[in-house]
């Protein structure tokens, strides 16, 4: 039986994130099971920066299909949780159902991963005060205020059980300090 980690996002999230963390962890061995707020294959984006814009462009992405909802997922069924990025975690904070999962997953001494703006998501749950966290640079300001250290590095930043990464560019020192930590 495959090792379990249960993926967080929804429309609108960072379609080469979601997609490129389906593909690591099956390659590995691993079940990648997608969360999201319904059954159904989500409308993912891209971000991206060009020339002549002030700040990063979104164009519609591959989508994925949601294996099961928030409802279902049952964090005693895996050994981690992954907070995807994207702009999904800017609605998904507010949802009690993803609160109560990475709650649930900390709570048991389970691994929390978050990339890019996922970490918004542990920011609402209460998760990263007194911690260190990176993440994409225009969510330091909010992290700070949930009590978090941020630390501007595109290299993964952990502390304890909770590891994070700054964006889709962070994937390769990001996914390294993944499996060394799921061994």
Known sequence: ??????VITGDAGESFECLYAKQRFEEAGWKADLAAPSRRRLHLVIHD?????????????????????FDEAD???????????????????????VLRLVRAFDAAGKWVFAICHGVQVLAAAGLIAGKRVTAYVNCRWELEAAGATYVDTEQAVRDGRLVTGQTWESHPDFYREVFTCLG
């Open 1 to 6: 039986m495959p090792r379990r980690i249960l």
């Open 75 to 97: 964090p005693a069924d895996y050994e981690a949780v992954l907070v995807l990025g994207g702009r999904a975690p800017e609605y998904l904070r507010h949802d009690p159902r």
């Open 49 to 69: 920066f060009e020339p002549g814009w002030d700040t990063y462009i979104e164009k519609p992405g591959y989508g994925a299909e949601s294996d099961l909802t």
